[in-house]
């Protein structure tokens, strides 16, 4: 049987840090990674318009991966508070 140990990074404030941090980042990363993949398409393609969607798209992308990991936070922050103090 596995032997249950809490986690030390768990109880370190500069991982939550982290994690939120990471939340603002998504959004601004996808939509550059959207914009430079419209680019180059528009340059392979001889067209003006593919960056659009690729800001679109980059855009939709980061705030469904947003979206995953607040609710994997909060999920996470609900079941530490069920455990109870350690």
């Not at 550059?32 to 419209?38: A, D, E, Q, T």
């Not at 398409?41 to 001889?46: P, V």
């Not at 990991?69 to 455990?83: G, I, V, Y």
């Amino acid at each position: 049987m596995k032997d249950e140990k809490p986690d030390k990074r768990d109880d370190n404030p500069w991982v939550m840090v982290a994690r939120y941090s990471e939340i603002g980042f998504m959004i601004p990363a996808a939509v550059i990674v959207g914009y430079l993949l419209g680019l180059a398409g528009d340059y392979f393609l001889h067209t003006h318009w593919i960056y659009l969607f690729g800001i679109v798209f980059g855009a939709v992308a980061g705030f469904v991966s947003m979206i995953r990991r607040a609710l994997q936070a909060s999920a996470d922050e609900e079941k530490n508070e069920e455990d109870g103090p350690k």
